[in-house]
């Protein structure tokens, strides 16, 4: 019975996700170089078509289009490629005969750096030799330093795993993996975890030099952000306030700006070291006499590296909330000072508007004065036309001055009935 349904857009990646990077199945004995670059600045698809030109050139099989991942599968070799985010790993295993478990050259040489260019700079280099109990010699922990040598049983007892963590000669980290009772399924989860531990590990460590870097930053801010609280007590009156005010507005542009280029670095740094935990936690360490587990150090080694990341990020985190309420109170205070100044403004405002209705009112009389006179005058010469036409009987200066009063009323009323109705509008 097949499923008749309309499919989710992303049903198909959902359900190959758990399938995306399968553990291989590793035959004793094997040896795996891996290589890890930082790819960054490298489009994923200009990485494929390259993948893809050797895979052609060679016989095997190509990488699908939108793949991370891909293996190319020979007669006695493979490659095991895949990308994340910030990198990619290049694994090459083959089987490795001999006594010598880190014997030079291989048999079948790595294409990686050779006919397949590397992407980027390189990070991780690791150099895996899963080996038989019997095939041993006595003195194997001679090819490690017994200073950092750290040994222990992973997967129940089925294998005891070693490394030191140093570069060798050729600038690999060696891993040694002896097989006890290992089943090829087995064996190839536990080489695949041990790579991955190694390969976190170095990238997690690319916080530490961030965080260091950040650290003398966040130290002078800091300082800057006492002696601006310091000032703040003392500061008086808009300007100053407002000086200080851009004083920490620069510091927290500043501040942001190292943020937004640390902030990646310390979430992943986070991550990666979330993903070596989980990956020793699925190991399983035994402890060995004598010997260190590498859980035990790297939370002597390791762990003091990530703290200091943390601390760095923690803070950044909080410096920027001290520089915001230092910020948020400084503002207030400029806001206050000029609510005051505005307030002053307006009263003197009011008293400008007071002054200029009295100087409008006394202005007004005036021309109540001014107005009637000119009225009067064209009054005077109407009484004196009437008289010389013999149409008044009085004299024109009599009647000007009897119509004087009326006047000064009428123009008076005109006036005031002007000005309402301006008020009113």
């Known amino acids: 019975m097949s499923l008749d349904f309309a499919p989710h857009p992303l049903r198909r990646q959902v359900l190959d996700e758990l ?22 600045d490298l489009p994923v698809v200009q990485e494929r078509a390259a993948l893809a030109a050797w895979c052609n050139a060679t016989g095997a099989a190509r990488p699908d289009e939108g793949a991370n991942f891909h293996r190319a599968v020979f007669p006695t070799a493979r490659l095991r490629w895949e990308r994340h985010s910030e990198f990619s790993t290049y694994g090459w295993d083959v089987p490795a005969p001999g006594e010598d478990p880190f014997h030079w050259p291989l048999p079948q040489p790595t294409p990686v750096g050779a006919a397949v260019a590397a992407p980027g700079p390189l990070l991780v280099a690791i150099d895996l030799a899963l080996v038989r109990e019997e095939a041993l010699g006595a003195d194997w922990q001679g090819l490690f330093d017994p200073a950092s040598l750290c040994v222990s049983g992973a997967m129940d007892g089925a294998a005891t795993i070693a490394t030191d963590f140093r570069q060798d000669a050729r600038g690999y980290t060696r891993i040694l993996v002896i097989d006890h009772t290992l089943t090829p399924a087995v064996a190839g989860a536990l080489v695949q975890r041990l790579l991955e531990v190694e390969t976190y590990r170095c990238f997690a460590l690319l916080g530490l030099p961030e ?15 006492v002696a601006v609280a310091g000032r703040m007590k003392t500061a008086t009156g808009l300007e100053s306030n407002a000086a200080l005010l851009d004083t920490l507005v620069a510091q927290a542009a500043e501040l942001e700006a190292e943020a937004a280029l640390s902030s990646f670095r310390f979430g992943a740094t986070r991550a990666y070291e979330a993903l070596v935990r989980s990956r020793l936690a699925v190991i399983g360490e035994v402890p060995v006499e004598g010997h260190s587990t590498w859980a035990a150090f ?3 080694r390791f762990a003091p590296a990530m703290r200091t990341c943390q601390t760095a990020a923690d803070r950044q985190a909080e410096l920027s909330q001290k520089l915001t309420r230092a910020a948020n109170l400084l503002r207030t205070r400029v806001d206050i000072a000029l609510e005051q100044q505005n307030r002053a403004l307006l009263e003197t405002m009011s008293e400008r508007g007071r002054l200029q209705l009295r100087l409008q009112q006394t202005v007004e009389g005036l021309s109540i004065a001014a107005v009637s006179y000119y009225v009067l005058g064209l009054l005077g010469y109407l009484f004196k036309g ?29 006036v005031r009935r002007i000005r309402r109705s301006h008020g009113g509008d």
């Open 19 to 40: 399938h995306a990077r399968p553990f291989q199945l590793v035959e004793t004995p094997r040896r795996v170089l891996l290589h890890a670059f930082s790819t960054a």
């Open 211 to 225: 965080a260091q870097r950040m650290g003398p930053i966040i130290g002078r801010i800091e300082r800057e952000l």
């Open 298 to 300: 790297l939370d002597r």
């Open 386 to 414: 009437g008289k010389d036409a013999g149409i008044l009987p009085f004299e024109p200066t009599v009647a000007t001055a009897a119509v004087l009063p009326f006047v000064v009323i009428v123009m008076a009323l005109v």
